[in-house]
């Protein structure tokens, strides 16, 4: 099934101890960039965090944001530093003698001083906090996931309408072109007939002439290649797995494919038809950059 590159996952896991939420988002990129965004707390777990995702999802832009709440307080500490609330008080008091102001002050006021009051977190238990991160990420992980294959399946009916479409287009060419040779040696042997004024002319001349034409104009090889090129897309719209790079890949090819087709073209029937076959594949090519 494949997976789009845009999707949005949410999870959350806790115990006794700590609860953790995780929430996923990711759009279109030609790589696989992590966006991590995690509570400097539990900074220590980011670089686990980050290879655990990077094993299922493979390609986007993805932001991810990690909070937690911590239920069990005993391991924080709050400090209060009396010298430093005492240092305040007497500047105070000076600062209120010196320029005739009232120098009352409250308990509340001095805790709220720099440093008067501290609290000191002691280190988590890596291992304890990471099992719930596990968790909670796996749960945003699965929900993400099921987000991208369901705009997957969109996409995929999508392109596969497109490919209808081109190889459509295709077989446009295929069957137009004896008739533009065909055309030609018509053209050319009135033409040939009016310049010399005369209905005797030299028929071996006149098809050595339609062959040089037709070998300019042939296409056959290009259309048999872009056969081969919606073939193999289809094949492999039907994996499992990251297939954007791939399809990406065919699709330069079936552009090369169409540049040639119109270089060679100088019937207005055919341009017209090869820029067709561009319009389509730049169509298929915009909505393959969704896809993982």
């Given at each position: 099934?494949?997976?789009?590159?845009?999707?949005?996952?949410?999870?959350?896991?806790?115990?006794?101890?700590?609860?953790?939420?995780?929430?996923?988002?990711?759009?279109?990129?030609?790589?696989?960039?992590?966006?991590?965004?995690?509570?400097?707390?539990?900074?220590?777990?980011?670089?686990?965090?980050?290879?655990?995702?990077?094993?299922?999802?493979?390609?986007?832009?993805?932001?991810?944001?990690?909070?937690?709440?911590?239920?069990?307080?005993?391991?924080?500490?709050?400090?209060?530093?009396?010298?430093?609330?005492?240092?305040?008080?007497?500047?105070?008091?000076?600062?209120?003698?010196?320029?005739?102001?009232?120098?009352?002050?409250?308990?509340?006021?001095?805790?709220?001083?720099?440093?008067?009051?501290?609290?000191?977190?002691?280190?988590?238990?890596?291992?304890?906090?990471?099992?719930?991160?596990?968790?909670?990420?796996?749960?945003?992980?699965?929900?993400?996931?099921?987000?991208?294959?369901?705009?997957?399946?969109d996409l995929k009916a999508d392109l596969l309408s497109k490919l209808e479409n081109l190889l459509a287009t295709v077989e446009k060419i295929s069957v137009l072109e004896p008739s533009i040779i065909s055309d030609y040696q018509a053209k050319l042997t009135e033409k040939v007939k009016t310049l010399l004024s005369d209905t005797t002319i030299d028929e071996s001349r006149?098809?050595?002439?339609?062959?040089?034409?037709?070998?300019?104009?042939?296409?056959?090889?290009?259309?048999?290649?872009?056969?081969?090129?919606?073939?193999?897309?289809?094949?492999?719209?039907?994996?499992?797995?990251?297939?954007?790079?791939?399809?990406?890949?065919?699709?330069?090819?079936?552009?090369?494919?169409?540049?040639?087709?119109?270089?060679?073209?100088?019937?207005?029937?055919?341009?017209?038809?090869?820029?067709?076959?561009?319009?389509?594949?730049?169509?298929?090519?915009?909505?393959?950059?969704?896809?993982?």
């Open positions: 099934m494949i997976r789009s590159m845009t999707g949005y996952g949410f999870g959350e896991a806790g115990n006794e101890y700590i609860k953790i939420t995780v929430e996923i988002k990711a759009v279109n990129h030609k790589y696989n960039e992590f966006n991590i965004r995690i509570p400097r707390k539990l900074s220590f777990l980011e670089g686990r965090l980050r290879n655990s995702l990077k094993e299922r999802i493979l390609r986007g832009k993805v932001d991810v944001v990690l909070s937690y709440e911590i239920f069990d307080d005993s391991e924080a500490e709050i400090n209060y530093h009396e010298n430093i609330a005492k240092a305040y008080v007497e500047t105070i008091g000076r600062i209120a003698e010196r320029f005739g102001v009232s120098g009352n002050v409250d308990a509340l006021a001095i805790s709220r001083f720099p440093e008067v009051i501290t609290l000191t977190d002691n280190a988590l238990d890596e291992d304890r906090v990471w099992s719930v991160v596990e968790e909670a990420s796996g749960k945003a992980v699965d929900a993400f996931i099921v987000s991208r294959e369901r705009e997957g399946e006149i098809l050595t002439e339609v062959a040089i034409y037709a070998d300019k104009i042939c296409v056959d090889e290009e259309m048999v290649r872009l056969k081969s090129h919606i073939r193999k897309m289809e094949e492999e719209l039907s994996k499992e797995g990251s297939i954007g790079r791939k399809l990406d890949f065919i699709a330069q090819e079936m552009n090369r494919e169409a540049n040639t087709t119109l270089s060679k073209s100088d019937d207005l029937v055919l341009v017209d038809l090869g820029i067709e076959l561009k319009t389509e594949i730049e169509k298929l090519r915009e909505q393959i950059q969704n896809i993982e």
